[in-house]
């Protein structure tokens, strides 16, 4: 890899980290509990698809539409699937973050957790026996609530700055919090995107409108599948 792409890419991940409380558009609230806009096939009393992540998931720097939670949402009602998208994004989210709000959100009937955490942990070196416990809690906590409850699992890579060994155990931690909890895993969430310059915004960091449609496609590759079969396990209740 260049050295320009191996500087933006590392670029990303700071971009994660961004203040939480500065202005923009597309910024969930404080519990990190905003819906997609109701639709006839997305009421309050839908089951809800939670995507639990940082600035990526929150759409920083775009109008909450053009993040990719509420792309998903759209796929979702044009496959007739009856989910509700809650967008729990916030920038500058750790894994410890996340895990001090998921009882929050878990007031909400969760049927699909998507778990998009960990590259803010990896931005500022922490411990990743510590974000694999945090992440994994998050999970034990989902499901504790909501036995049935599936989860999807949003891959990340660790800039190469941070040693081979960090960034390998980094990209394998996704792999293997899959495998223990019978999770799907979404490869890598910023592939195609991370370090293509037409597909950020003017600081170079954070996804356009484009980058996050490519985000959104990521994510429907490995999240339709799991919506087809939650959604036929629903029918037969």
Not at 15 to 31: E, K, L, M, Q, V
Not at 37 to 66: C, H, K, Q, R
Not at 184 to 200: D, T, W
């Amino acid at each position: 890899m260049r050295l320009s792409a191996i500087f933006a890419f590392a670029l990303v991940f700071h971009a994660c980290s961004a203040d939480a409380d500065a202005p923009r558009a597309g910024h969930s609230p404080p519990n990190g509990s905003a819906p997609a806009a109701d639709t006839p096939a997305t009421s309050a009393e839908a089951p809800v698809v939670l995507f639990l992540g940082n600035s990526l998931t929150a759409g920083y720097g775009l109008t909450a539409e053009e993040a990719y939670p509420a792309l998903i949402q759209r796929k979702i009602d044009e496959a007739g699937y009856p989910f509700r998208v809650v967008n729990a994004g916030v920038s500058g989210e750790t894994s410890a973050g996340g895990l001090r709000r998921i009882d929050w959100l878990l007031r909400q009937p969760v049927a699909i957790l998507v778990l998009a955490l960990g590259a803010n942990d990896a931005l500022r070196g922490h411990d990743l026996d510590a974000t694999r416990a945090n992440l994994q809690a998050i999970i034990d906590r989902t499901r504790a609530a909501y036995p049935d409850a599936a989860i999807v699992i949003a891959g990340m890579q660790a800039p190469p700055n941070l040693g081979a060994d960090y960034t390998e155990r980094f990209r394998r931690m996704f792999v293997e919090l899959a495998e223990a909890n019978d999770a799907a895993l979404i490869p890598f969430l910023l592939e195609g995107v991370a370090a293509v310059p037409e597909l950020n915004q003017q600081d170079g960091i954070h996804p356009t409108a484009e980058g996050q449609r490519i985000l959104a496609e990521n994510v429907w590759r490995t999240l339709e599948p799991v919506l087809r079969r939650v959604a036929d396990e629903r029918k037969g209740e």
